[in-house]
C-alpha cells in the first residue's frame, strides 16, 4: 500500500478505530496497530480501506475480548465504562464530553457499534451492515433508537424543545 | 406510510443531535504515528516465507552435501576381478516362432483341379499326340492371337480336315530328287 495513503488513514482514521475497538476491549490501541500493520502488509489494497479496516478492528477486537474474559472472567464493557471516549470540548455550547461516554458506554453494544461506526468512522448503514451481517435498515432503525437514548441520557433537548422519551 | 414518516421525523430531529455529538473528537490514540508507519513498512519489506524457511532449507543441503562427501571419502575404489564362467546361451528359436505376427495379406487362392478335370485334360492331350502322328504337325492346336488371322487359320485346318488329305500332302519336297542343270553337267 501508498505510504502516503497509509499516512492519511492513520490520521484520520486511528482515534476513531481506537474508540470503535475500546468497546470490545481494553487494549484498543494494540488491536488497531495490528490492524493497520495487516493493512500495510496486503499485496493488493482493498477497495474500501476504512472498511476493511473497521472488518479487522472488530474481528481482532472480539476474539481479544474472548481472551480477556477467559483470562480475568471480565465482561467486555467494563473496558467501555474505564476510560474517557472523547476529549472535552472547548466549544461551551457543545456537548459534554464526560455526559457523552457515560451515555455511549451504557448503550446496547450493537446501537453503540453502528453509532460509533457512522458517526465517527464515516461508514455507510450498508458498510455497517456488511460488517455485522444485517440490513442496512435495521442498522438504521438501531442507530436512530440509540441516538434517541443517547439524547435521553444526556438531557439534550431537541430543536422543538421537548425531550424524547424512548 | 406513517411509520415511515415518523422515522423521518425522528431522523430528522435527531440530526442536529447527531451533528453535535459528531463533533466530539475521540481521545486520541496512545500509538506513535510514525512508530506505526514504520512497524508498518518494516511488515510490508519482510518476505512471506518465515524467517526460518530459508535457514533451515540452507542447512538441509549443508547436512547433505556432508553425509554425501563422507560416503565418497570413506568408501575404497571398486576392485575388478576377472571371472570365469561358462555361460550357456539357449539356441535362439527359429525366426518364424519368434517372429513377431505381422498380418500379411494372403495370397490368392489357386483353385487345384478336380481329379476328374485332370483326367479329361490327360485324354485330351493323348489324343491331340495321336491326331499329330497321324495327321502331322498341323494337327496342333493354333496359338491363341488377336484379329481375324486366327479365324482364317481355323477355318483352313476345319478345311483339311474336311478334305482328309494324307498326311505330308503339303510337305515341301526338299529331299526329293531332282533334274541336274546344264551348268552342273558342264561343271562335272
Redesign the interface.
Known amino acids: 500500500m501508498d505510504p502516503d495513503h497509509l499516512g492519511y488513514l492513520i490520521d484520520r482514521y486511528l482515534p476513531a478505530l481506537v474508540l470503535y475497538a475500546r468497546q470490545w476491549c481494553r487494549a484498543p490501541e494494540d488491536v488497531v496497530q495490528e490492524a493497520f500493520i495487516k493493512l500495510a502488509k496486503q499485496t493488493e489494497s482493498p477497495v474500501y480501506p476504512v472498511a476493511w479496516l473497521y472488518r479487522a478492528v472488530r474481528n481482532r477486537a472480539i476474539s481479544e475480548s474472548r481472551s480477556e474474559r477467559r483470562r480475568q472472567n471480565h465482561e467486555g464493557r467494563v473496558a467501555a465504562n474505564a476510560a474517557l471516549c472523547f476529549t472535552p470540548s472547548e466549544d461551551q455550547a457543545g456537548l459534554d464530553a464526560q455526559a457523552a461516554s457515560d451515555a455511549l458506554s451504557v448503550l446496547p453494544l450493537e446501537q453503540r457499534e453502528i453509532i460509533v461506526a457512522h458517526l465517527w468512522g464515516g461508514l455507510t448503514f450498508e458498510q455497517i451492515a456488511d460488517l455485522t451481517g444485517g440490513s442496512a435498515a435495521t442498522c438504521w432503525r438501531r442507530y436512530t433508537a440509540g441516538l434517541a437514548t443517547l439524547r435521553h441520557k444526556m438531557g439534550v433537548q431537541c430543536p422543538t424543545g421537548k425531550m424524547i422519551k424512548t | 406510510m406513517s411509520d415511515r414518516q415518523d ?1 423521518q421525523n ?2 430528522s ?2 440530526t ?3 451533528e ?12 506513535s ?1 510514525d512508530a ?2 514504520f ?3 518494516k ?2 519489506g519482510t518476505p512471506r516465507l518465515g524467517g526460518w524457511a530459508w535457514p533451515s532449507t540452507a542447512a538441509a543441503f549443508a547436512g547433505l552435501s556432508f553425509v554425501l562427501g563422507a560416503f565418497l571419502l570413506s568408501s575404497d575404489p571398486p576392485i575388478v576381478q576377472p571371472v570365469d564362467r561358462v555361460v550357456y546361451v539357449p539356441q535362439p528359436a527359429a525366426p518364424h516362432a519368434t517372429a513377431p505376427h505381422i498380418d500379411q495379406p494372403e495370397p490368392p487362392k489357386v483353385e487345384k483341379p478336380s481329379p476328374s478335370m485332370e483326367r479329361s485334360e490327360t485324354a485330351k492331350a493323348l489324343q491331340m499326340r495321336r491326331d499329330v502322328y497321324r495327321w502331322g504337325i498341323d494337327m496342333l492346336p493354333e496359338p491363341k492371337t488377336e484379329g481375324g488371322r486366327s479365324s482364317q487359320d481355323m477355318e483352313a485346318s476345319r478345311l483339311r480336315h474336311w478334305l482328309d488329305l494324307p498326311a505330308g500332302t503339303y510337305a515341301l519336297p526338299g529331299t526329293l530328287p531332282k533334274k541336274p542343270t546344264k551348268n552342273e553337267e558342264d561343271d562335272e
Open positions: 422515522d425522528v431522523a430531529d435527531l442536529p443531535f447527531a453535535a455529538l459528531k463533533k466530539l473528537a475521540p481521545q486520541p490514540a496512545h500509538l504515528r506505526l508507519l512497524e508498518a513498512g511488515a510490508a
